[in-house]
């Protein structure tokens, strides 16, 4: 993903696109930058807990407690995502 957005940078919003919905492994890092990056750009970023890994307990904390809720707009669970979804 933050490959794609240094590509496209603002190409997604170009297309419709405002809002990104981020999962993924290694939170502390890959997913903390892309969804800052995808803030910095202008992005509504949504964060879905608990489809995001790490190494350690401790490193979830630190990049989902601590780090992404001053970039993301939400952090939320993939049972609120997909109803989310499913009433549009």
């Known amino acids: 993903m933050l490959q794609r957005l240094r590509q496209h940078g603002s190409g997604f919003a ?3 696109i405002h809002q990104l919905i981020v999962i993924g492994l290694i939170a502390h890092t890959c997913i903390e ?3 800052r990056y995808a803030a910095e750009l202008g992005y509504d970023v949504t964060v ?3 489809a995001t890994a790490d190494y350690s ?4 904390h630190a990049a989902l407690d601590i ?3 001053n970039y993301a707009s939400a952090l939320v ?3 609120e995502i997909v109803g989310s979804i499913s009433s549009l």
């Open 14 to 16: 170009a297309q419709g």
């Open 33 to 35: 930058a892309t969804v």
């Open 48 to 50: 879905v807990r608990d």
């Open 57 to 60: 307990d401790e490193m979830m």
């Open 67 to 69: 780090n992404m809720p």
């Open 77 to 79: 669970t993939t049972k």
